[in-house]
């Protein structure tokens, strides 16, 4: 998906060298990730973007979401938690990645003393044990190094929201915790805006696919596709199709 080898150019720090390497002691960020999923009944999982490696403290809210929990922490090679992210559901899976590059470039914009002040609080859908979607709410939390200004950790946290209703939708903000104000959030319901055959096609765009290739995935001409893409980035008053996905959560 080009999304994500967007967010990784973006968030590992890939080779830092002895002279600028992060010294934060990762034990510390490893003891809250484990106090709250043991205090809040998350699924906390940090990332180191220095090592490429990520830890996954599970509770059982794990179990309810149908995730073992043989090992935790669960230790994984990747920033990327597969496990938890292939139950996301498809279409808020590509708006948290989204979201996640938009806060990424918006603390890159910030003061270095003001980036702590500033965290994601998502609401989307899961599949649980009985392969049902449920809402949960995803927390996350940069950690920026004092020694080279880079990213060092991510914290995200996964719980189960106790209102279910039908009538909530998926949504994604960026919270100044320090002043309890919304900084941003996802101003585009696209299922208002785009038609189901559109919504696909963007979503077939989003993974990196051609026009081509969307067209034989779904058993219609190159055309239509164009018509299809077109009528997406007038409705989105976007330049192309990939900025529907980069400038249009702005």
């Known amino acids: 998906m080009q999304i994500v080898e967007t967010l990784n150019e973006a968030l590992l720090n ?22 709250y999923s043991r205090m809040e009944n998350t699924i906390s999982v940090l ?13 059982k809210a794990a179990l309810e979401l149908g995730l073992d929990m043989n090992e935790n922490p669960l230790e994984i090679d990747s920033i990327w938690e597969e496990d938890i992210l292939k139950k996301i559901h498809p279409d808020d899976k590509l708006k948290k990645y989204i979201h996640e590059l938009r806060f990424f470039k918006f603390l890159d914009s910030q003061q270095p003393e003001e980036r702590a002040d500033y965290h ?35 914290l995200c946290l996964y719980s189960i929201v106790p209102d279910q209703s039908v009538h909530l939708s998926s949504s994604f903000l960026i919270i100044n915790s320090a002043k309890g104000d919304v900084v941003a959030e996802d101003k585009l319901n696209y299922k208002n805006i785009l038609s189901k055959r559109e919504l696909e096609v963007l ?16 058993s219609i001409s190159i055309n239509t596709v164009s018509r299809h893409r077109q009528n997406i980035l007038e409705k989105l008053k976007v330049k192309n199709s990939v900025q529907a996905f980069n400038d249009s959560f702005h």
Do not use: W
């Open 14 to 35: 890939k080779n830092p060298g002895r002279n600028c390497e992060c010294l934060l002691d990762i034990k510390v960020y490893k003891q809250i990730a484990l106090m």
């Open 47 to 59: 990332s180191d973007m220095q090592a490429d490696k990520s830890y996954v403290y599970k509770s």
């Open 120 to 154: 994601v609080v998502s609401r989307m859908q899961m599949k649980d044990k009985n392969e049902n979607y449920r809402f949960v709410q995803h927390r996350m939390f940069y950690v920026y190094s004092p020694y080279n200004g880079k990213l060092r950790f991510a």
């Open 203 to 218: 979503k077939f765009v989003g993974e990196g696919l051609t026009s081509k290739e969307i067209a034989d995935f779904l």
